[in-house]
């Protein structure tokens, strides 16, 4: 086989040349000398190759207005863009960068081709081109072969290597190309093809084109000579292109069927495909052999380490352990290649790196396809994939052509098949001839004919069922089967034929389901005079179209099914039903869409954000998908626990950042599961990440319970377990500004939970005071904030009692404690718990000194509220203790505050100005109205500045008249003079105090806005009257509260004025 870019390709200039390079950089000349007599093979190191490419938007990406973070030029390199920070680009350079995510059209058989001349849209045919044709290059030379595709859940790696519909990929293409070469070749060699596949998933190896399942899976063994191969694993000798195709359906069949039976997701198995290509070359007596490795890893993202981060058994679950340690192999290898001492290579700790060996380090050409997707949202994970290649491409690999000489025996059993052959007359029999196949020659093996032989006849049982199942689907209505994998939906296929049949578990069953939550007799069919029925049987859980159905439901032509928690199929109706419908609507997200709907889970329900454009907010939406996209693995999860008799309950929550925030603004919101005992009623929230990793224990779990092993673990290693700890509540936020003030703040606020309803009020005090603690009066009232700048501030937090805490009043036993942080310290104060009581006396106060209060930190002061979180406590949790390992505290004992560097607290202090609000839709106006209240203070500053200088003006042109306060400079320390303001004229004070009244009234009208923005409509649309009602109650106290405070300043401020005036015109 010469370079094939040169020939057959009707590609753009560019790729072409792109192509060239890669198979010269690729493969390099054979070891052959020109009189064609093999010499020893001489290994000569050769990179791995790395190509990367990136798909066009999802859906669920487009839905969620997504942007583009890569781009590709010149064919090599690509650049990706951190949305967070744009400027912030990092580019990475491979052997071939593909860029399918937009310039593409579909032609009339439904290919994805160039736009235009000028798109650099890289089709399936390009990518086969390189990497395809590359493989095929070594195959022939007598090269071991691997080619292997990583990249997160839904990156497009099986989209590469497999395909979809008319997009073929690169293993189909790979196979028909081998074949047809193969026909083409004339003369006295002969080529033995053999097919295999399997998958690994947990640890375990199926074989993929076995029907029977072999408990705990396949082996894998080692030999002293070939190193590791799977004991046992079906290699299907294969005489032509669809037989190889037949057999790929075949182990996709068994792949979607495991899948769901055992409710595990294909994503996390990695799928290889094995062809053992070899020639023999009668006349010469040698062999040339190969080994294709075509490998479809599983989505990437689940070996984050910060994927289940702070999670107890993190490292407990087997699904990641063959990736992970693929990532340590290559990590090891690629230190090695540059020249770091590396002791150990850790091929032996997972069954694909044992199976990959040759591959990665060894002798075999390697490729490695990254998939990556475009959008913002998976900026991590694509970054993560591009690093793993940037590894990859580094390892060294010692490739040699593979020949032997054949053996005397073999060659006349070739002569014997052959001769067998030509009697046969068959038309299509292949060059396909004996050789020893396995790890070795063992004496009693079939010949090569032999088990052609075999294959052919094994072969007449599939065939028949295709050739029904074909009839079948044009006949009577079915069930066509919707798997999270795209590639492994419409694989399975139930028939409801004339008359009723039963569905479920039992294999007495017509209808024989498998999956989490189905029973034994799940439900039946009834297909009778043109119309088909489902019925539910007793609890059994069937979801037509999203709603649950109790009752006989009659089904229509394209209506979804979904059975037990989560097995989805699409009904497929008669045939005068059907249409020319794109099936391909109805994918997994439309299931689980639509189900979400029928639950009442919008983006609106979630907070959608008003952003003033009618759009919700991207982090809304981004959290909208992952509502949907757990809300069926906690049902999962539940069944599990059910079955397992855990007796926990598990829901999701949508944990509202904003509590959190100390300036109010609902900046994100997270998912959160909330998990509840329903005996003891002890509570446990979790992570996102930690419910996901749980929930792969919990699939390990009941696999071992579903195979009838021992389900038992110890509590410490079950993934439904956790140790009671405290639980968050809720957060309270108390606004500061008075302390700018030097004014004293007492307030009763309330904790709001993740729903944004009260889960208690709180007695609370901010107090300025002296070093020694005295408290300041009124005297001490400060107009302008800058008159503290530099001057030391001391004050004392103080907590003083909680009321009507609802955690308590759901359980008496239970205990609560409260934390706070404040400013630069990083440490949390906790307040000694307090169990069994209702409303808690707390009593606890803290002292804080500022010894040369900053610009940032009075900026802080002003515009940011003190968040004190509320923690439940529950029996045998242990309680919230104050780490405070950095925490440095004056001569008098008090804790310092305000240490921090202020550049520092300039970055932070801008980067959060300009984070832009986001609104529960519904209050929007509010939040124009607190925009109106922020100016109007401001506009009042000014104004009070303004006076102040008039004021001074006045004084100087009258000095006896009046005494100047001092300007901040001439301020004397207040722990020098705690009462300096005393010398204060009286109009003065007033006027401080006037604002002191003013802020204070401005405090309640926050926390009530902060209220109402977190106040939701009620599920029940029956009682959104009466809420409407509240609410614009609520608005209008906001409104009226605004008001009045706003016309008593106003009104005082006039009033010193004039008083003022009054006082500068008649002095004395
Ligand atoms: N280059 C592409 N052009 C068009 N569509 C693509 C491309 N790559 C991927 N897709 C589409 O994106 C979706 C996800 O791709 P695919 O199933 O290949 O991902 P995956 O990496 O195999 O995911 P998993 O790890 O879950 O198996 C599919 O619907 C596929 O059709
Ligand atoms: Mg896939």
Same mark, same amino acid.
């Given at each position: 086989?010469?370079?094939?870019?040169?020939?057959?390709?009707?590609?753009?200039?560019?790729?072409?040349?792109?192509?060239?390079?890669?198979?010269?950089?690729?493969?390099?000349?054979?070891?052959?000398?020109?009189?064609?007599?093999?010499?020893?093979?001489?290994?000569?190191?050769?990179?791995?190759?790395?190509?990367?490419?990136?798909?066009?938007?999802?859906?669920?990406?487009?839905?969620?207005?997504?942007?583009?973070?890569?781009?590709?030029? %010149?064919?090599?390199?690509?650049?990706?863009?951190?949305?967070?920070?744009?400027?912030?680009?990092?580019?990475?350079?491979?052997?071939?960068?593909?860029?399918?995510?937009?310039?593409?059209?579909?032609?009339?058989?439904?290919?994805?081709?160039?736009?235009?001349?000028?798109?650099?849209?890289?089709?399936?045919?390009?990518?086969?081109?390189?990497?395809?044709?590359?493989? =095929?290059?070594?195959?022939?030379?007598?090269?071991?072969?691997? $080619?292997?595709?990583?990249?997160?859940?839904?990156?497009?790696?099986?989209?590469? &290597?497999?395909?979809?519909?008319?997009?073929?990929?690169?293993?189909?293409?790979?196979?028909?190309?081998?074949?047809?070469?193969?026909?083409?070749?004339?003369?006295?060699?002969?080529?033995?093809?053999?097919?295999?596949?399997?998958?690994?998933?947990?640890?375990?190896?199926?074989?993929?084109?076995?029907?029977?399942?072999?408990?705990?899976?396949?082996?894998?063994?080692?030999?002293?000579?070939?190193?590791?191969?799977?004991?046992?694993?079906?290699?299907?000798?294969?005489?032509?292109?669809?037989?190889?195709?037949?057999?790929?359906?075949?182990?996709?069949?068994?792949?979607?069927?495991?899948?769901?039976?055992?409710?595990?997701?294909?994503?996390?198995?990695?799928?290889?495909?094995?062809?053992?290509?070899?020639? +023999?070359?009668?006349?010469?007596?040698?062999?040339?052999?190969?080994?294709?490795?075509?490998?479809?890893?599983?989505?990437?993202?689940?070996?984050?380490?910060?994927?289940?981060?702070?999670?107890?058994?993190?490292?407990?679950?087997?699904?990641?352990?063959?990736?992970?340690?693929?990532?340590?192999?290559?990590?090891?290898?690629?230190?090695?290649?540059?020249?770091?001492?590396?002791?150990?290579?850790?091929?032996?700790?997972?069954?694909?790196?044992?199976?990959?060996?040759?591959? =990665?380090?060894?002798?075999?050409?390697?490729?490695?396809?990254?998939?990556?997707?475009?959008?913002?949202?998976?900026?991590?994970?694509?970054?993560?994939?591009?690093?793993?290649?940037?590894?990859?491409?580094?390892?060294?690999?010692?490739?040699?052509?593979?020949?032997?000489?054949?053996?005397?025996?073999?060659?006349?059993?070739?002569?014997?098949?052959?001769?067998?052959?030509?009697?046969?007359?068959?038309?299509?029999?292949?060059?396909?001839?004996?050789?020893?196949?396995?790890?070795?020659?063992?004496?009693?093996?079939?010949?090569?004919?032999?088990?052609?032989?075999?294959?052919?006849?094994?072969?007449?049982?599939?065939?028949?069922?295709?050739?029904?199942?074909?009839?079948?689907?044009?006949?009577?209505?079915? =069930?066509?089967?919707?798997?999270?994998?795209?590639?492994?939906?419409?694989?399975?296929?139930?028939?409801?034929?004339?008359?009723?049949?039963?569905?479920?578990?039992?294999? %007495?069953?017509?209808?024989?389901?498998?999956?989490?939550?189905?029973?034994?007799?799940?439900?039946?069919?009834?297909?009778?005079?043109?119309? +088909?029925?489902?019925?539910?049987?007793?609890?059994?859980?069937? +979801?037509?179209?999203?709603?649950?159905?109790?009752?006989?439901?009659?089904?229509?032509?394209?209506?979804?099914?979904?059975?037990?928690?989560?097995?989805?199929?699409?009904?497929?109706?008669?045939?005068?039903?059907?249409?020319? !419908?794109?099936?391909?609507?109805?994918?997994?997200?439309?299931?689980?869409?639509?189900?979400?709907?029928?639950?009442?889970?919008?983006?609106?329900?979630?907070?959608?954000?008003?952003?003033?454009?009618?759009?919700?907010?991207?982090?809304?939406?981004? *959290?909208?998908?992952?509502?949907?996209?757990?809300?069926?693995?906690?049902?999962?999860?539940?069944?599990?626990?059910?079955?397992?008799?855990?007796?926990?309950?598990?829901?999701?929550?949508?944990?509202?950042?904003?509590?959190?925030?100390?300036?109010?603004?609902?900046?994100?919101?997270?998912?959160?599961?909330?998990?509840?005992?329903?005996?003891?009623? !002890?509570?446990?929230?979790?992570?996102?990440?930690?419910?996901?990793?749980?929930?792969?224990?919990?699939?390990?779990?009941?696999?071992?319970?579903?195979?009838?092993?021992?389900?038992?673990?110890?509590?410490?290693?079950?993934?439904?377990?956790?140790?009671?700890?405290?639980?968050?509540?809720?957060?309270?936020?108390?606004?500061?500004?008075?302390?700018?003030?030097?004014?004293?703040?007492?307030?009763?606020?309330?904790?709001?939970?993740?729903?944004?309803?009260?889960?208690?009020?709180?007695?609370?005090?901010?107090?300025?005071?002296?070093?020694?603690?005295?408290?300041?009066?009124?005297?001490?009232?400060?107009?302008?904030?800058?008159?503290?700048?530099?001057?030391?501030?001391?004050?004392?937090?103080?907590?003083?009692?909680?009321?009507?805490?609802?955690?308590?009043?759901?359980?008496?036993?239970?205990?609560?404690?409260?934390?706070?942080?404040?400013?630069?310290?990083?440490?949390?104060?906790?307040?000694?718990?307090?169990?069994?009581?209702?409303?808690?006396?707390?009593?606890?106060?803290?002292?804080?000194?500022?010894?040369?209060?900053?610009?940032?930190?009075?900026?802080?002061?002003?515009?940011?509220?003190?968040?004190?979180?509320?923690?439940?406590?529950?029996?045998?949790?242990?309680?919230?203790?104050?780490?405070?390992?950095?925490?440095? +505290?004056?001569?008098?004992?008090?804790?310092?505050?305000?240490?921090?560097?202020?550049?520092?607290? &300039?970055?932070?202090?801008?980067?959060?100005?300009?984070?832009?609000?986001?609104?529960?839709?519904?209050?929007?106006?509010?939040?124009?109205?607190? !925009?109106?209240?922020?100016?109007?203070?401001?506009?009042?500053?000014?104004?009070?500045?303004?006076?102040?200088?008039?004021?001074?003006?006045?004084?100087?042109?009258?000095?006896?008249?009046?005494?100047?306060?001092?300007?901040?400079?001439?301020?004397?320390?207040?722990?020098?003079?705690?009462? *300096?303001?005393?010398?204060?004229?009286?109009?003065?004070?007033?006027?401080?105090?006037?604002?002191?009244?003013?802020?204070?009234?401005?405090?309640?009208?926050?926390?009530?806005?902060?209220?109402?923005?977190?106040?939701?409509?009620?599920?029940?649309?029956?009682?959104?009257?009466?809420?409407?009602?509240?609410?614009?109650?609520?608005?209008?106290?906001?409104?009226?509260?605004?008001?009045?405070?706003?016309?008593? $300043?106003?009104?005082?401020?006039?009033?010193?004025?004039?008083?003022?005036?009054?006082?500068?015109?008649?002095?004395?």
């Amino acid at each position: 086989m010469g370079n094939e870019c040169e020939v057959g390709r009707e590609k753009k200039q560019d790729t072409c040349l792109q192509s060239t390079v890669l198979s010269t950089l690729f493969f390099y000349q054979i070891n052959t000398t020109r009189a064609g007599k093999m010499t020893t093979p001489l290994p000569s190191t050769d990179g791995v190759r790395v190509a990367v490419r990136v798909r066009p938007f999802s859906q669920r990406e487009k839905n969620s207005g997504s942007k583009c973070v890569i781009s590709m030029h %010149s064919g090599t390199t690509t650049t990706i863009q951190d949305p967070k920070n744009p400027e912030h680009r990092k580019t990475f350079t491979f052997d071939l960068a593909y860029w399918s995510h937009d310039g593409f059209q579909k032609d009339q058989d439904g290919v994805f081709i160039s736009a235009d001349p000028s798109s650099q849209f890289a089709s399936q045919t390009d990518v086969f081109h390189d990497l395809g044709r590359g493989v =095929l290059d070594s195959a022939w030379q007598g090269y071991n072969t691997t $080619l292997l595709a990583y990249g997160q859940t839904g990156s497009g790696k099986s989209y590469s &290597m497999v395909g979809f519909g008319a997009n073929k990929g690169i293993i189909p293409k790979v196979c028909e190309e081998l074949f047809q070469a193969i026909e083409k070749r004339e003369g006295n060699e002969e080529y033995q093809v053999t097919f295999s596949m399997l998958e690994i998933y947990n640890e375990q190896i199926r074989d993929l084109l076995s029907r029977t399942k072999k408990p705990g899976g396949l082996k894998v063994r080692e030999d002293q000579q070939l190193g590791f191969y799977v004991d046992g694993l079906k290699s299907v000798p294969c005489e032509n292109y669809a037989q190889i195709e037949r057999l790929m359906e075949q182990g996709t069949k068994v792949r979607t069927t495991a899948s769901t039976n055992m409710n595990a997701s294909s994503s996390r198995s990695h799928m290889v495909i094995t062809i053992q290509f070899k020639q +023999v070359f009668l006349d010469r007596r040698l062999t040339k052999q190969s080994s294709i490795n075509l490998v479809n890893l599983a989505g990437s993202e689940r070996q984050k380490s910060s994927g289940s981060e702070g999670d107890r058994l993190r490292e407990g679950s087997r699904v990641n352990l063959s990736l992970t340690n693929l990532g340590n192999v290559i990590s090891a290898l690629a230190d090695t290649a540059m020249g770091k001492r590396v002791l150990h290579v850790p091929y032996r700790d997972s069954v694909l790196t044992k199976l990959l060996q040759p591959a =990665l380090g060894g002798n075999s050409r390697t490729a490695l396809i990254a998939a990556i997707s475009p959008a913002d949202l998976c900026y991590e994970e694509t970054l993560s994939t591009l690093r793993y290649a940037e590894r990859a491409k580094k390892i060294q690999n010692k490739a040699v052509v593979n020949t032997s000489m054949l053996m005397r025996e073999s060659k006349a059993e070739n002569s014997k098949a052959l001769l067998a052959h030509r009697n046969s007359r068959t038309a299509e029999w292949p060059h396909c001839l004996l050789a020893e196949q396995g790890p070795r020659p063992q004496t009693g093996q079939p010949t090569w004919a032999r088990r052609l032989q075999q294959a052919r006849e094994e072969w007449q049982q599939p065939y028949l069922a295709i050739a029904q199942e074909r009839q079948m689907t044009e006949t009577f209505p079915h =069930l066509l089967n919707v798997n999270e994998d795209p590639q492994l939906t419409g694989v399975l296929k139930f028939f409801i034929q004339t008359g009723s049949c039963d569905a479920g578990r039992a294999p %007495s069953n017509a209808i024989l389901l498998q999956g989490l939550g189905i029973s034994d007799k799940h439900a039946s069919f009834t297909n009778l005079d043109g119309t +088909v029925m489902v019925t539910p049987h007793g609890k059994c859980k069937v +979801v037509v179209n999203g709603v649950p159905i109790m009752t006989k439901t009659k089904l229509q032509h394209l209506d979804r099914l979904i059975l037990g928690s989560n097995s989805a199929y699409l009904y497929i109706g008669f045939p005068s039903e059907r249409g020319s !419908e794109d099936l391909s609507r109805f994918d997994y997200d439309f299931f689980q869409l639509e189900r979400a709907a029928a639950e009442g889970v919008s983006v609106d329900k979630l907070g959608a954000a008003g952003r003033g454009d009618g759009n919700a907010d991207a982090s809304v939406l981004a *959290v909208f998908q992952d509502f949907v996209k757990l809300m069926p693995l906690v049902a999962e999860a539940n069944q599990m626990g059910e079955e397992l008799e855990k007796e926990l309950r598990m829901e999701l929550k949508v944990k509202n950042l904003a509590s959190s925030d100390s300036r109010g603004y609902e900046l994100q919101k997270e998912v959160t599961v909330k998990v509840t005992h329903q005996r003891t009623h !002890e509570v446990w929230i979790w992570s996102k990440a930690k419910f996901i990793n749980r929930k792969f224990l919990m699939e390990e779990l009941y696999q071992r319970f579903l195979e009838g092993e021992d389900s038992h673990v110890a509590q410490e290693d079950d993934p439904f377990w956790d140790p009671v700890e405290a639980v968050h509540l809720g957060s309270a936020h108390v606004w500061l500004q008075p302390l700018a003030y030097c004014m004293k703040l007492e307030e009763q606020v309330e904790f709001l939970n993740c729903d944004g309803m009260e889960e208690a009020m709180l007695h609370v005090h901010v107090t300025p005071c002296s070093p020694g603690g005295q408290a300041h009066g009124d005297e001490d009232v400060v107009m302008d904030p800058l008159e503290l700048l530099g001057k030391r501030m001391d004050f004392q937090i103080g907590l003083v009692r909680c009321l009507g805490i609802k955690w308590l009043k759901e359980g008496a036993e239970r205990g609560i404690q409260m934390g706070y942080r404040i400013y630069d310290l990083s440490s949390t104060f906790y307040t000694k718990p307090v169990w069994k009581t209702v409303n808690p006396q707390i009593e606890e106060t803290v002292q804080f000194t500022a010894l040369n209060a900053s610009q940032e930190f009075l900026n802080y002061l002003q515009t940011n509220a003190l968040i004190v979180e509320l923690w439940g406590l529950q029996e045998g949790c242990a309680q919230l203790n104050s780490s405070q390992p950095d925490v440095m +505290v004056t001569s008098e004992g008090h804790i310092m505050v305000d240490t921090k560097k202020i550049s520092t607290m &300039m970055d932070t202090s801008q980067t959060t100005s300009n984070q832009i609000p986001e609104l529960y839709m519904k209050l929007l106006k509010l939040e124009q109205e607190t !925009e109106l209240l922020r100016n109007v203070n401001r506009a009042l500053r000014e104004e009070n500045v303004l006076l102040k200088r008039s004021l001074e003006k006045a004084a100087s042109a009258e000095p006896d008249a009046l005494k100047v306060p001092p300007t901040p400079a001439q301020l004397p320390a207040a722990g020098d003079s705690p009462h *300096v303001s005393a010398q204060r004229p009286g109009s003065d004070r007033e006027l401080a105090m006037a604002l002191k009244v003013f802020y204070q009234s401005m405090n309640a009208a926050r926390g009530q806005f902060l209220r109402l923005r977190h106040y939701k409509p009620p599920d029940d649309d029956g009682l959104l009257r009466p809420f409407v009602h509240q609410q614009s109650q609520r608005l209008k106290d906001f409104g009226e509260l605004l008001e009045s405070s706003l016309w008593r $300043l106003k009104s005082d401020v006039a009033r010193i004025v004039r008083e003022k005036r009054a006082g500068l015109l008649h002095p004395g």
